[in-house]
């Protein structure tokens, strides 16, 4: 009789196991989504922050401090001085400054990069500015910077 009654209660204590580890699956995964999702917003603020900086504010040490390693060697000093002596020459674009970005992974919850493009009305001209972004292991840094006169770039 007592074999009999030890099989009765030998699964009894996986279903609150199986709770436990459930709560523990949703709970990682709300995590996971609550940070991606701070990371998209976080990634878009940074884009319309670094188009509003050079555009508007021309500012220069925006470049020097956040270029990523392969973006300094392909943008010397000297190219970032013209880029925003373009930016000064040119003035103030119309408002509204039309900024069309989104920010993607490369692995579903991981390794964030955006791209955003702006659509600069100048008196006289247009212009589109497209910028290209990443999540570095402390901020978000500039992969790229291309400024096109007239036509969207492809």
Do not use: C
Request: no cysteine; hydrophobic share 40%.
């Amino acid at each position: 009789m007592k074999l009999s009654s030890r099989t009765k209660f030998s699964g009894e204590g996986l279903l609150p196991v199986v709770i436990v580890l459930l709560l523990i699956v949703v709970g990682i995964w709300w995590y996971l989504q609550s940070t991606k999702t701070a990371t998209e917003r976080e990634g878009i603020r940074y884009g319309h922050e670094v188009i509003d900086r050079l555009v508007l504010k021309h500012d220069r040490s925006l470049l020097d401090q956040d270029l990523d390693a392969q973006a300094k060697l392909e943008m010397p000093p000297s190219q970032r001085d013209y880029l925003i002596q373009r930016f000064g020459q040119l003035g103030a674009p119309s408002p509204p400054i039309k900024i069309d970005g989104n920010v993607s992974f490369d692995s579903y919850f991981f390794h964030a990069h955006g791209i955003f493009t702006a659509t600069l009305n100048y008196p006289g001209q247009a212009a589109t500015l497209q910028v290209a972004t990443s999540q570095g292991e402390t901020k978000w840094l500039i992969n790229n910077i291309t400024l096109s006169m007239g036509t969207t770039p492809h």
